[in-house]
């Protein structure tokens, strides 16, 4: 992860000024292909650009209008059939690859082989790379965002991070992807937690659309409402996340709302926070998600100055209006942000948030 996340930056080279939505989503998408099985698609450039395409295409077939009226042919939906097909030969061709190898690898594509899965392969890693990629990549560059409105927690963040490097040895370190990946990862979840406050604020404000689910089973009742097999049923997240009993101050950009002890409040309310899922289905992948989230910051802050500019390269003044024409994510903004950056020549981070 450390390795891939460090390649995809220094693709940026020295300089420069990109769209930050856009290059995130390029990183976390190489990033996540091993966390979805797909580990082999890395081998090659071109195989990673095809699927990007691929789930692009599939992606934009996905709007809310898709799902509840299925049956109408739309030019997106037929490009989403079209990108399937693409996504079925991929996976095919590398079964193959793997079955005709004859070598015996602990990874899913190997498991899914070995248990007679193979026909669930492709569906798998499709929906592992649909929840991993859009959400993390999102949510990093969003959290990015506030923090260049809040730079008090930049600063705090930044604090944190020189804290870990120093404390971990890695300050001296040529190599930080490479010196890094000796960590444990418990030493990553204990000592970083300033972003992970930064983060889930972040998340509980842009998750606050509504989570639409059907019933796929028998007809239910639930208080006394009836729900017939295949009816659709909508939840606003935002009855939670902006319901000031529970998350007081709403209008107020506060990380300590996630502290252990605000969380521990909020318990007598039962689930007060769905950023994650909740119940019998809630995220499998937090941890990864958090984990690459604090690796990203960790080694873009090492590697380079950089600031966030709007279309027109100036300041970014004001906090992006949401793209909310999708269901289920953290969503990208409806204007780009530009990250400009300068590639730094040590590993402190002291001066890098400048
Ligand atoms: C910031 C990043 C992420 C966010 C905000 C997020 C959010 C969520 C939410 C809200 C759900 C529940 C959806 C539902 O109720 O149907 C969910 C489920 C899931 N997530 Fe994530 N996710 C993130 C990253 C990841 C990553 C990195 C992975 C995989 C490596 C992942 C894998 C999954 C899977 C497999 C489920 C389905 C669990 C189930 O149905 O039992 N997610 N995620």
Redesign the pocket.
Known sequence: MLRAIGTGYDAWGDEGTKDLFRVVNEIIFTV?LP?AGCQLFTRDPKDVKELMDIFARLEEGSTPSALIFPWIPTPTRFRRIIAGLRLYRMMKNLVKERESAEVDVDDPLQNLINEYLIPRYGTCSA??LF??VA??AN?FAWTLVYLEHHREWKNRLRSEIELFLQDTGLAASDNLERDMADIPLSVIDEKLQVIELVMNEV?WLQ?SGP?VRRNIGDPITIDGVHIPAGAFIMFPAADLHRNEELFPAPEVFDPTRFSPENIARRKEFGTSF????ASR??????R??LL?VKMMTILLMAKYHFELVDTAKSPLLVIPAVKVDRL?K?CGPVEPVNIRFRRRNSTSVETACH
């Not at 769905?274 to 899922?277: A, K, N, P, S």
């Not at 289905?281 to 937090?286: E, L, Q």
Request: aromatic share 12%; hydrophobic share 50%.
């Open positions: 996540s966390l929906t592992i929840a991993a959400n993390t949510l998340l998750s989570f769905i950023g994650w899922g289905h809630p995220c499998v992948g937090k990864a998600a690459e289920f953290v």
